[in-house]
């Protein structure tokens, strides 16, 4: 059975750093692509971050580029998701997901296959 399990959200001021953790089990991630979402209150989800499945090409939201790192170690099945100088918008509920093949084109959710329960961000003095 397949379980995606998001962790390393929380409470952190403006300008801090967390890293969120996306670890499969039941399932092999090294064939797919791999994307962070997230889900602020009263907003739709949005597309944060993507990772090809060898590593290789990475994709990022507008909002998010040169503050966010997405990165994979397939060896733990794990994907990473490195956030510098957070910003209160940033905060919302950040989901991984396993896209259906191994490249990142675009945030469709419906190209996703199996989400995480997410992990509760908040950036906030």
């Known amino acids: 059975q397949l379980q995606l399990v998001e962790s390393g959200g929380g409470l952190v001021q403006p300008g801090g750093s967390l890293r969120l953790s996306c670890t499969a089990s039941?399932?092999?991630?090294?064939?797919?692509?791999i994307g962070w979402f997230r889900q602020a209150p009263g907003k739709e989800r949005e597309g944060v971050s993507c990772?090809?499945?060898?590593?290789?090409?990475?994709d990022y939201a507008d909002s998010v580029k040169g503050r966010f790192t997405i990165s994979r170690e397939n060896a733990k099945n794990t994907v990473y998701l490195q956030m510098n100088s957070l910003k209160p918008e940033d905060t919302a509920v950040y989901y991984c997901?396993?896209?259906?093949?191994?490249?990142?084109?675009?945030?469709?959710?419906?190209?996703?296959?199996?989400w995480g329960q997410g992990t509760q961000v908040t950036v906030s003095s």
């Open positions: 039941g399932f092999i991630l090294d064939y797919r692509a």
């Open positions: 997901a396993v896209k259906g093949s191994r490249y990142c084109s675009g945030y469709r959710p419906d190209d996703y296959d199996y």
């Open positions: 990772i090809s499945s060898g590593g290789g090409r990475t």
